[in-house]
């Protein structure tokens, strides 16, 4: 069982910048270090979407073409947390943004995923 918490949501200015995290609590037998996670993030009234995703030891990374260039998803398996830095944010970045794991391979689908955080709000004035 992996419990996911995320944080560091917010209200920015368009072109602004914001770092989330996921902090990962993994029961026995599970290892944080051994599962790749994942970005997504869901706008009002629209599907559930693909951010990024990193593998279990960090060496890869993919990105949704819309934030290629100005997000960065990284890790620290000593502390169970991942982040998702965000530059140059734009309103159309507005959403509530969820972290998952999963024990297997980087997945950019979220029906992969067997643990989701709540989520955090992320919100891009203009």
């Known amino acids: 069982q992996v419990q996911l918490v995320e944080s560091g949501g917010g209200l920015v200015q368009a072109g602004g910048s914001l770092r989330l995290s996921c902090a990962a609590s993994v029961a026995s037998g599970r290892t944080f270090s051994s599962s790749a996670m994942g970005w997504f993030r869901q706008a009002p009234g629209k599907e559930r979407e693909f951010v990024a995703t990193?593998?279990?030891?960090?060496?890869?990374?993919y990105y949704a073409d819309s934030v290629k260039g100005r997000f960065a998803i990284s890790r620290d398996n000593a502390k169970n947390t991942v982040y998702l830095e965000m530059n140059s944010l734009k309103p159309e970045d507005t959403a509530n943004y969820y972290c998952?794991?999963?024990?297997?391979?980087?997945?950019?689908?979220?029906?992969?995923?067997?643990?989701w955080g709540r989520g955090t709000q992320v919100t891009v004035s203009s």
């Open positions: 998952a794991a999963r024990y297997a391979s980087t997945s950019r689908r979220s029906e992969d995923y067997a643990y």
């Open positions: 990193i593998s279990a030891r960090g060496g890869t990374t």
